[in-house]
């Protein structure tokens, strides 16, 4: 898959799936925007991405906040004329509390970064792409979009609303040369699930990991692929799908 020149913006770069997908670009000939709200480990990134394509970007960008989004886009386009393509992967677990018990303010928060964090992105990257009549949109979503997890309310109602999302957009757009896709990963071994206490809690990371097919979590450099293959040209006739790489996980 070759992407020289065309121009990624992913947000949530600093890390994880985010940093690993920023790579897999850059390793390929992409322009690489890597957006994030933590702007120490961006800037580290940054450097990374850099030694694969040296013409590339880290801005700093809070998903939850409609004018840090614009932001975000101006500055996309202010240096690079256009958005080829867009990774909507930011996103924060949460309390691990039942529905009735569960915090209103951890709802709100989980909500406002991975549901209408991926919206504002949506709304905004969408408008560029509009005006170049052609663009693609890969929004992270999850297994836990797919199906219900007891203890993580709003992180699994706003993981199935960015599929909800997904398929909108991508029936909007679709005769307007803009596929929107979302990947669907199992759990994978990231800092989000480190500082969920998963690398110090033998037992739950055994329990976790056996709820796949494949009796394991995943790498982070597994979902890459995904994003890569449905930005690609091998995927000009894919659009509203929502991708499952988890290990069987929903197999089951
Ligand atoms: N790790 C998993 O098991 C797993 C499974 C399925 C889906 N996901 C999803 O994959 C995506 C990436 O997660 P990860 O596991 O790589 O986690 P991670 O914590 O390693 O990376 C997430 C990144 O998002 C950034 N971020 C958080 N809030 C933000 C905000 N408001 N604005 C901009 N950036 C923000 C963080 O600073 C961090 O760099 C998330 O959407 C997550 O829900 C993760």
Request: glycine share 10%; aromatic share 6%; net charge negative.
């Amino acid at each position: 898959m070759d992407f020289k020149d065309k121009v990624v913006l992913i947000t949530g770069a600093s890390s994880g799936i985010g940093k690993a997908a920023a790579l897999a670009f850059a390793e390929r000939g992409a322009k690489v925007v890597a957006a994030d709200v933590s702007e120490e480990d961006g800037k580290a990134a940054l450097e990374e991405i850099k030694a694969k394509s040296q013409d590339s970007l880290f801005v700093t960008c809070d998903v939850a906040d409609s004018g840090s989004v614009q932001a975000m886009i101006r500055q996309t386009v202010e240096k690079f004329g256009k958005i080829d393509i867009a990774v909507n992967n930011a996103g924060i677990g949460g309390a691990a509390v039942h529905t009735d018990e569960h915090p209103e303010e951890e709802w709100h928060k989980v909500i406002g970064v991975n549901l209408t964090g991926v919206f504002l992105c949506m709304k905004y990257e969408l408008q560029e792409m509009l005006k170049a009549k052609r663009g693609c949109i890969i929004n992270v979503s999850s297994v836990l979009g797919l199906v219900g997890f007891m203890g993580s309310p709003g992180y699994v109602a706003a993981k199935h609303g960015v599929i909800g999302l997904t398929r909108t957009a991508a029936l909007e757009y679709a005769p307007r040369g803009i596929r929107v896709n979302a990947v669907c990963p199992g759990f994978i071994e990231t800092p989000m699930l480190q500082n969920a206490g998963l690398d110090h809690d033998d037992q739950l990371h055994q329990a976790i990991s056996n709820m796949h097919a494949m009796k394991r979590m995943g790498k982070t450099e597994e979902v890459p692929g995904a994003i890569l293959w449905l930005a690609s040209d091998h995927a000009t006739f894919v659009t509203g799908a929502a991708i499952a790489v988890d290990g069987g996980f929903t197999a089951q």
